[in-house]
């Protein structure tokens, strides 16, 4: 099966409400991004024995934690002791006073502000994060933040550009989070003391068109921005060819 439709992306756990699988969008070339290549998650910090049973079941072998110091320790993470789970971390927001949402992004008038300002200021940890990616050609690989909508979002973003997906998949792919996140978003706003910094719990669609836009006007496509942060072009073409069908 090429195309998937929503439901069918949705991986149905006890714990974990938002997570699904990348696969089953048809590319501007006529191919599809592969299933159960990447996962994209919400954090698995509730995560029952039988989720956990679930995700491996699902081909999940290597899991990428995207959080922050702070929201580590708020919420452990069950495989990062997993004997059967290759596991990383990758601070995406890497912000010596990072809690839910930095004190650096609150400069930016929205979302998409933010995403902007991970794209550039992060660049570095992005290229640890696609290098890992890189490393693992044919294993399923399970990505997360908190809610699973941000710096998991971003990420999806740039995997599907990257594979020439059409910008209303890519678009419609970060806004479901919000519809997803219902339950989760109600435990994140309680770790905030910032009411302002409630609203960054919001997925509207604009943000990514904003992030989308400045990709495009900047770098040209999610392949330019990863040649530029260090990626070497037969890495790139290795994995756009193990992530479409």
Do not use: W
Request: net charge negative.
């Amino acid at each position: 099966m090429l195309y998937m439709t929503r439901e069918e992306r949705q991986i149905s756990l006890e714990k974990m409400v938002n997570t699904r699988d990348l696969g089953g969008y048809e590319t501007q070339g006529g191919k599809y991004s592969k299933a159960h290549k990447y996962i994209r998650a919400s954090a698995p910090t509730y995560a029952t024995k039988k989720d956990i049973a679930d995700l491996k079941a699902y081909g999940v072998k290597v899991v990428i934690d995207l959080r922050s110091d702070f929201e580590k320790e708020c919420q452990k993470n069950p495989f990062k002791d997993d004997p059967d789970i290759d596991f990383y971390e990758v601070n995406l927001f890497d912000s010596s006073t990072a809690t839910i949402v930095p004190d650096e992004v609150k400069m930016y008038k929205d979302l998409g502000g933010v995403y902007i300002y991970m794209l550039e200021g992060m660049k570095d940890k992005f290229k640890e994060l696609f290098d890992i990616f890189v490393k693992y050609p044919y294993e399923g690989i399970m990505f997360h933040c908190s809610a699973g909508k941000d710096r998991t979002g971003v990420t999806s973003a740039l995997l599907l550009d990257l594979i020439g997906c059409h910008e209303y998949d890519i678009v419609k792919d970060y806004s479901e989070s919000y519809e997803n996140n219902i339950e989760i978003n109600e435990n994140l706003s309680e770790m905030m003391k910032d009411e302002e910094a409630k609203q960054y719990l919001k997925s509207s669609p604009r943000y990514m068109m904003e992030l989308l836009d400045y990709l495009r006007e900047h770098y040209g496509s999610a392949k330019e921005y990863l040649v530029e942060i260090g990626l070497k072009i037969d890495e790139i073409d290795q994995l756009i060819e193990n992530f479409t069908i």
